[in-house]
Each structure stands twice: as C-alpha cells, then as structure tokens.
C-alpha cells in the first residue's frame, strides 16, 4: 500500500525537518515546502496530497493566503501551524477551514497524534449512507445533499454533522463533542464548537433547526415527527 503523502509547509528549515523526521518514522511520505508560493505548485501538481501542515508566518505569502488559495479548489484536511496563541487567530483558522490549530512550541508526538487521527478519520470512511429527514449523508463520498441538493461542508463541519446524525436524540455535551469530533481533549473554552455549530446550521438552512441547543450543556440533534 502507497504511503499517504503530508505537505510539509514552513520556511524554518529546522522545524520542516523536525515535523518530517516524526512523519517519516510513522510511515508516511512528506514533501516539504520552504514557502508559500511553492506550497501551492506542489499541491496543485502532486494530486494525492493527503494532508497539509502550514506554518502561518511565513514571508511574502502567509499560511492563511496559502490556506484561502486550496480550500478554493480542495476539501484537503489543513493543520496550521502558528507561534501566536490568540482566540482571533484560531477562530479565523477555523472560518477558513482550518481543521486543526496548534501553536508552536509543541509536542511533536501530539502532532503526529493529531495527524492521524484526522487521517484515520478521512480514509476510514465507510460505504455508509446515513439519512436524517432530508440530510442525506454519504460517507464514502465525504458529501451531504438536503432534498437531493449537494451541501458544500469543510471537513470539519462534514464530520460534526457525521456526529450529530449517528448521535440523533441524544444529548451531547460540548466535551463529549470535541473529544469525539476533534478526537483529543481541548482546553479552550466553547467558543470553538459553537462557531461550527453557528457556521453548520447556516449552511443546512432550515434543516438547521435540526441542531438544537441545550443550554448550559451542549446541543442535540432531532429529526422533527412528521
């Protein structure tokens, strides 16, 4: 089986290397880029790029102008890179459909961690089609259709719905949700689920009704009776 391929995307040499030496003993392939401009022609001429991992302070073109220019064209699961801890800075990761944030300096072996979680997630879908009212939800084809009308969706906000659908009438803490969405333990406050839930229902329109919020606690999802 073909090793998945990571771009690797920083103009600090030592920290390519770094984030390379952990992914290569882990099996995977990386192609690394020492900035942006060169990130993208990569990405555009190498089809089965499985996972980006992008530094936002680079010179000339940052990470989030790198990260704007491929969700333009791919759905491809990014991991930002930042060595600013702020809310702003990662809330705009998010609206930009950044689907993990992590700030510099950390762990490499959490890193490694996150990567495959979100890979394992990607490549692990099933044949299965899950139907919730007018939700038609197609895992294999990572695509959501309402009324037979396809539903552009990040990755993220794909496997939050995923989430609340295989979950339907039950009651989910915001920690139980991003414990099993993100798939590790987050420190930060609410803000971060609520943001995709807010961005989530927007984009299901009137179906997002379906989403409701339980106060103090988290949200359920429930198919109105007919």
């Not at 704007?68 to 060595?83: D, F, G, N, Q, W």
């Not at 930009?96 to 990567?115: Q, T």
């Not at 919730?132 to 552009?152: E, M, N, R, Y």
Request: charged content about 30%; aromatic content about 10%; some cysteine.
């Amino acid at each position: 089986m073909d090793r998945l391929k990571i771009l690797v995307v920083d103009d600090e040499s030592r920290m390519r290397k770094l984030v390379k030496d952990f992914l290569t003993k882990s099996d995977y392939e990386v192609i690394e880029a020492e900035n942006g401009a060169r990130a993208l022609d990569i990405f555009f001429e190498t089809k089965d790029i499985a996972l980006v991992i992008l530094d936002v302070m680079m010179p000339e073109m940052d990470g989030w102008e790198v990260c704007r220019e491929i969700r333009e064209y791919s759905k491809v699961p990014i991991v930002m890179l930042t060595a600013r801890s702020s809310e702003q800075d990662e809330l705009q990761g998010f609206d930009l459909g950044v689907d993990e944030y992590i700030s510099k300096p950390f762990s490499p072996k959490i890193l490694v961690a996150r990567v495959e979680a979100i890979l394992r997630r990607t490549n692990a879908q099933g044949d299965d089609v899950l139907i919730a009212g007018d939700i038609v939800l197609d895992k294999s084809a990572h695509q959501v259709t309402i009324s037979g009308t396809p539903i552009d969706l990040s990755f993220k906000e794909f496997e939050l719905l995923n989430y609340f659908v295989m979950n339907q009438g039950v009651a989910l803490s915001r920690e139980r949700i991003l414990n099993n969405v993100w798939n590790y333990d987050y420190f930060g406050d609410a803000r971060t689920i609520d943001t995709h839930v807010k961005k989530l229902r927007s984009k299901l329109g009137d179906k997002g009704d379906y989403i409701k919020t339980i106060w103090g606690m988290g949200y359920k999802f429930e198919v109105p009776r007919e």
